[in-house]
């Protein structure tokens, strides 16, 4: 099978109310732990990678590797570009193969977002492959782009229909209240998503899918797994389960985790050489991480986006 877009996942997704998980990928354990999830959880799945993972593992290693992953699993996996910052990346994507690109317009004012998106839709529409944008601003650090708690700019679902008719994306992100990174809340704040906003966006865009960045919850197993075996991180919070159950069952459709992945694979990790100082083989932690990722991807894929048993 070849890599597939998004749109028929997105459509079987909106129809039967559940989600389809975005995962951040950077090296091989990392796509092989998702995608036998995946399997195992008989789901489609989105395979994501940012500008940082281009840079970390080169872009022919990451291809070559997700297709190495549909060989193996014969699933349909999307390979989307996370946070395209310009036309360029978005355009070396979409001639390097990628089923899916995000361009992320949203540091930018509403009339020069729709310009840069509308000429990212061309350029791959022309070619097949789908665009997801983005209306709002995620409080957090995302790649370069950091955004204060202070600016963060819920998505204006008044502005919604416009920017889809204008730019013919495929999928948009909004801000709701999800932040990147695994601190997403201060110690003491309640979580909170504004799910009025969702509901708002939904009624507009009839159909449409919504996609959810910094959906990561931040397991508390995996931060107390790092800081018992000598990591030092401070209190995390992450987006809780229920809410992002919740938010499947509207509009959202795709929901980007990738925090989670490393807090579990480092977890692991850092437990395995602790419990065995005597080991030197990358094999041996690279396994235990692996086999904690491919649990937890099947937990959010069975309990989370609600996206088992739809291939
Ligand atoms: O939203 C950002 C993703 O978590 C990717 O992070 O740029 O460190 O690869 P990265
Ligand atoms: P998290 O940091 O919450 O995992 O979000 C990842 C993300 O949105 C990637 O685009
Ligand atoms: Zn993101």
Do not use: W
Request: proline fraction near 4%.
């Amino acid at each position: 099978m070849p890599l597939v877009t998004t749109k028929e996942m997105f459509e079987k997704a909106y129809a039967g109310g559940y989600a389809i998980g975005a995962f951040n990928v950077n090296n091989m354990e990392i796509i092989q732990g998702i995608t036998e999830a995946a399997q195992l959880e008989k789901s489609p799945v989105i395979l994501q990678v940012s500008a940082g993972a281009r840079k970390y593992a080169k872009h022919i290693y990451l291809t070559k590797l997700v297709e190495a992953a549909i060989a193996d699993t014969d699933l349909p996996i999307a390979l989307h570009l996370d946070h395209g910052e310009n036309f360029e990346v978005c355009k070396s994507c979409i001639d390097g193969g990628f089923s899916s690109v995000m361009i992320d317009g949203s540091k930018y004012s509403f009339e020069e977002n729709i310009a840069i998106t509308k000429q990212v839709v061309e350029y791959a529409h022309a070619r097949g492959v789908v665009v997801e944008g983005e209306l709002g601003k995620l409080a957090g650090i995302e790649d370069d782009v950091n955004v204060s708690d202070a600016d963060a700019m819920f998505t204006n679902p008044a502005e919604v229909e416009e920017f889809v008719t204008r730019t013919g994306v495929d999928s948009l992100a909004i801000a709701i209240g999800t932040s990147h990174g695994a601190y997403k809340f201060k110690p003491g704040q309640k979580p909170q998503l504004r799910f009025d906003i969702l509901e708002e966006v939904g009624k507009r865009l009839p159909n449409f899918p919504i996609v959810l960045h910094g959906s990561s919850s931040v397991p508390q197993e995996f931060v107390k797994m790092v800081n018992q075996y000598g990591g030092a991180m401070p209190d995390a919070i992450g987006i809780p389960e229920e809410m992002l159950r919740e938010a499947s069952k509207m509009a959202v459709c795709k929901i980007n985790i990738d925090s989670d992945l490393r807090l579990c694979m480092t977890g692991a990790i850092r437990k395995h050489l602790n419990d065995h100082p005597d080991h030197f083989d990358p094999r041996q932690y690279l396994k235990d991480g692996r086999d904690e990722l491919r649990a937890m991807v099947q937990h959010k894929i069975r309990n989370v986006l609600g996206s088992s048993n739809t291939l």
